[in-house]
């Protein structure tokens, strides 16, 4: 499996990713391959303000539904619409597909998250 080193991960499966002044997040590899063919992405609730750790979408494959996590504090601005109609696009390409998109309270939490090579010895 590649872990890119263009974001950050969570002990949780979630990386991040900065776009402009939000941050892009999804899920792993290691993460969509332990769940299978996901058949739901969802659940996401555009100007939630969530705080580190809470529950921000709802992950459900044909063995497991699972909640996707708050990466760091802030809101969250954006869904990926896409996935309403092809939630497989994140078994076919997780690095490519985000979930959601989250506006931080302070983007230089993102800095506490595991680098790739962290999140690679964790996994």
């Known amino acids: 499996m590649s872990f890119p080193s263009d974001r950050k991960y969570t002990a949780s499966h979630e990386w991040v990713k900065a776009d402009g002044d939000v941050f892009q997040v999804g899920i792993t590899d290691d993460a969509q391959d332990q769940l299978g063919d996901l ?7 555009v100007g939630a303000k969530l705080a580190a750790g809470d529950t921000a979408a709802v992950v459900e494959s044909v063995k497991a539904a699972s909640d996707i996590y708050a990466p760091i504090a802030g809101e969250v601005v ?15 390409a997780p690095y490519d597909n985000w979930i959601f998109k989250i506006r ?3 983007a ?16």
């Not at 506490?112 to 010895?121: F, H």
């Open 39 to 45: 058949v739901y992405v969802g659940d996401v609730t």
């Open 78 to 92: 954006a869904f990926n619409e896409a996935l309403n109609d092809q939630p497989a696009l994140i078994n076919d």
């Open 104 to 106: 931080p309270n302070n």
């Open 108 to 123: 230089a939490d993102v800095d506490a998250l595991l680098d790739a090579a962290g999140y690679e010895a964790q996994v």
